[in-house]
């Protein structure tokens, strides 16, 4: 017989029973030994409470498990225990109080714990000590309100005609004991000022700061028991709140700080090799793994994470906790490195073609380029030229990054620009110069709005037709055409070496949607980039107008 849920839980771990990753069986160990410890008490009564009335009376929200109970698994039960069991001896309030006040539950996605936490503040509307403040946080809106709302619906199941409970837009309340439950976001306002008793900061890895963590602990300062619980995945934002909080976290695990009020509970997998050499370590971040998480969408993820790079950076980071660096290369030297046949401009007289620009004025290079195609054929032939300033000849910092201005210049991809500022209008020259040499035609040419008005307007003499396209997520999905259709070898870009610079200075940055845009490879300002971008822009006036431009391929 198990003394608690505690020592059951590790106990099966180390049976191997419970397969869980390095750092959560180094805490749970921390933990078993501070059961012994007389400067600790380990008293169950409330979190026993606590589990029954979740088992009972939070009944769910969402399919498959709608109006069900919750069926709480043993790390969920183990983790509830530990946050309100262990008790320390208070000189300043001379009593026991609850030990842990920081607590961070660092966990892959759709492993229930917002459900969880969910049931957690709803024990707590309806069976807690009552004159409780209790705020669901997160970076947005959106985000505070899947908490705040399952809590709402776990209230609303039980009393549906809000006899003892009342709920409005803003606040969720219990009309006999005064506990209220509220929402916050970064877009709140007054978010100081409040007498919080305890918070959720849901999907904290959204956070460029410490602006909603800080704002919830000072409110907290008063209070005898205050509880600030971090509920998170891994996340794209480098240097954020959740990375310093995780350093923080990592540090109290190791024994590199001392705060026996700080509770790390992290899902995490030992290494990211172990993920695609053995299902079984999936369950290291993912406890809830055959049980709430399928095991079919993990295997579907890592299938299309083979072929996709954006795929597998969000997989890595949003179902097993791996951090992604988001200065990482977009591409292997081999996906655009591969032989072509060489194309001429005559091959394609008579024919139209797609555009795109990507333009500076000063700093970076200027690139145009036209897709052009040929009936039945996939090919993307990719033709494109350069303009770049006289000054950035003897640029260092781009010698040392690979650029070759000069040879590239001789071999009639470059323009070199006197002066200190390019003249914009030689780009738009470049389309018209390419219809009288060749007879072809511009369909469309997307462009960014930024230093575009001489080009927007010599454009319009040649009354050729521009549409704006912005740079940021709305390229993320040409971005992935482009990746694919280089992984397929059905660009022919006439091997161009700029072109060939410039794609391998790319870098993906991901969001947690999944969203991808183009920056330098560690953000290296000498790693030009801008023939991938107007590769990018290309691609994306060629999604919005395929059908169109296949017909006149045709």
Not at 122 to 150: F, P, T, Y
Not at 419 to 440: C, H, P, R, T, V
Request: with cysteine; aromatic share 12%; proline share 2%.
């Amino acid at each position: 017989m198990y003394r608690n849920y505690l020592t059951q839980y590790y106990d099966e771990i180390k049976q191997g029973k419970i397969i869980a990753g390095l750092e959560l069986k180094t805490e749970l160990k921390k933990l078993v030994d501070d059961l012994d410890n007389t400067k600790y008490r380990y008293e169950t009564k409330e979190a026993y409470l606590r589990i029954d009335f979740m088992e009972s009376l939070c009944l769910q929200n969402k399919k498959p498990f709608f109006n069900k109970p919750l069926q709480l698994l043993l790390w969920q039960k183990a983790f509830i225990e530990v946050c309100y069991s262990f008790k320390k001896y208070s000189e300043e309030q001379k009593r026991w109080i609850r030990r842990f006040q920081d607590i961070i539950l660092l966990i892959a996605r759709k492993n229930g714990k917002t459900t969880m936490m969910a049931a957690d503040a709803h024990a707590d509307l309806r069976i807690g000590d009552g004159g409780m403040d209790i705020v669901c946080a997160s970076n947005d809106d959106k985000q505070a309100s899947l908490l705040w709302n399952e809590v709402g619906g776990m209230r609303k199941r039980i009393d549906p005609k809000s006899k003892w409970t009342h709920q409005n837009q803003s606040q969720i309340e219990n009309k006999s004991n005064g506990t209220k439950i509220f929402k916050m976001s970064s877009k709140t306002q007054n978010k100081d000022g409040r007498n919080i008793d305890k918070a959720y900061f849901d999907e904290s890895h959204d956070a460029k700061d410490d602006e909603i963590a800080a704002a919830c602990q000072k409110s907290m300062s008063v209070k005898d028991e205050p509880l600030f619980i971090n509920l998170t995945t891994e996340g794209f934002v480098n240097d954020g709140y959740l990375d310093n909080k995780l350093i923080y976290a990592r540090k109290v695990l190791n024994d590199e700080i001392d705060d026996d009020t700080f509770l790390p509970w992290l899902y995490t997998q030992d290494s990211e090799e172990e993920i695609w050499q053995d299902e079984q370590s999936w369950y290291k971040s993912n406890p809830s793994l055959g049980v709430i998480k399928k095991w079919s969408y993990l295997r579907n993820e890592l299938a299309k994470s083979k072929v996709d790079k954006s795929t597998r950076m969000h997989t890595m980071c949003k179902d097993f906790n791996i951090k992604q660096n988001n200065a990482v290369a977009w591409l292997m030297y081999e996906d655009f490195n591969y032989p072509t046949e060489a194309f001429n401009l005559e091959d394609f007289r008579g024919a139209f073609c797609l555009g795109a620009v990507d333009l500076s004025a000063t700093t970076d290079m200027c690139n145009a380029k036209i897709l052009l195609m040929k009936p039945n054929d996939k090919t993307k032939y990719i033709y494109t030229h350069y303009w770049i300033l006289e000054k950035k000849l003897t640029d260092s910092n781009d010698k040392s990054a690979g650029a070759e201005y000069q040879k590239w210049a001789r071999d009639g991809l470059l323009t070199i620009h006197e002066g200190n500022e390019i003249d914009i209008s030689k780009i738009a020259d470049w389309f018209y110069q390419l219809y009288k040499d060749y007879n072809i035609k511009p369909y469309l040419v997307g462009y960014d709005q930024r230093f575009s008005k001489t080009f927007v307007d010599r454009m319009s003499d040649y009354s050729f037709q521009l549409e704006m396209i912005l740079q940021g997520k709305v390229l993320s999905n040409a971005m992935k055409y482009v990746e694919a259709d280089l992984k397929d070898q059905v660009i022919n870009y006439n091997e161009n070496e700029v072109d060939k610079w410039c794609l391998g200075n790319s870098a993906i940055e991901m969001d947690n949607l999944g969203n991808i845009m183009c920056i330098k490879v560690n953000n290296q300002a000498s790693k030009r980039i801008d023939g991938a971008v107007t590769l990018i822009i290309l691609y994306e006036v060629f999604r919005r107008y395929r059908s169109e431009f296949m017909q006149l391929v045709r």
